[in-house]
């Protein structure tokens, strides 16, 4: 399984994914699912893969071959996020055909994929690629996207995330969303890769790999368990237990 996500905000949007790959108990390892394609000063594109491995592989070297050969369309020819998201479901479901034809059980080749990126002066867009080739946008009501094991990391994001986030507290929560979904899910693990893009600036200068080990990975991780003990702890009392305090006062009380 995998944990991808993408938050679109006013001022850029943030990508974070996990590198766990698991094809049953004994075999797993770890693949980077982000995957970045810049020409700077021009147009920028990041690809978060989920599904079959081989099926996201293959894609994202067609995509790059593509590039090599100057066969279009591709990433550089391009003239909208449009454009470039109808590109990649060809590109995955001719991918996931091929497959199918030389499988001989009943493996699924399905992938799904989240594309962001900006040209030139146009919006910076998020978009989700389903197996099918459709895609769609995020909402304004929740702007952000999900692929693979979403359910964990979620409901953080139902309550933080707004279109006027700011970049730097979106990567944080979306840090605890990836936080959530590894301590409730053993497929989904570091390292974990995170990108900030801020709209405009057609470079992608923010980028961090996160290991188990991380310095910061685990400060992170320590606040936000104290933080929600902390909450906790600071919720409403229920009324029996305001009235067994009071007892216990007056008995104290008494005894003294």
């Known amino acids: 399984m995998t944990y991808c996500l993408a938050i679109n905000t006013d001022t850029g949007f943030v990508l974070c994914s996990d590198s766990r790959t698991n094809a049953g108990f004994d075999n797993i390892s770890t693949y980077s ?47 909208s996020m449009q454009e470039a998201a109808d590109y990649v479901a060809t590109v995955s479901m001719s991918v996931q055909n091929l497959h199918v034809v030389r499988d001989t059980g009943n493996t699924s080749f399905e992938a799904t994929f989240i594309l962001a ?4 002066a146009s919006r910076h867009e998020t978009l989700m690629i389903y197996p099918q080739g459709n895609y ?4 304004d009501a929740h702007p952000f996207l999900q692929i693979g094991e979403i359910k964990y990391g979620k409901p953080i994001l139902d309550r933080v995330i707004k279109r006027d986030t700011q970049l730097n507290p979106a990567a944080r929560c979306a840090l605890v969303s990836m936080n ?25 200068s923010q980028q961090m790999c996160l290991t188990e080990e991380d310095p910061f990975a685990k400060q992170l991780s320590e606040a936000w ?20 305090n009071e007892t216990t006062t007056e008995a104290i009380s008494l005894r003294k």
């Open 33 to 79: 699912k982000m995957h970045t394609f810049v020409w700077p000063n021009s147009r920028v594109f990041a690809l978060l893969s989920a599904g079959n491995l081989a099926t996201t592989q293959l894609v994202v070297k067609r995509i790059k071959a593509d590039l090599e050969n100057a066969v279009t369309p591709n990433l550089l020819s391009v003239n």
């Open 117 to 120: 990126g900006q040209i030139g």
């Open 136 to 139: 769609i946008n995020e909402s």
């Open 180 to 204: 959530s979904t590894v301590r409730s899910n053993l497929t989904v693990g570091a390292p974990i890769d995170l990108l900030i893009y801020e709209k405009g600036s057609l470079g992608f």
């Open 225 to 244: 368990n104290k933080g929600l003990v902390a909450a906790l702890d600071n919720l409403p009392r229920f009324y029996w237990e305001s009235s067994a």
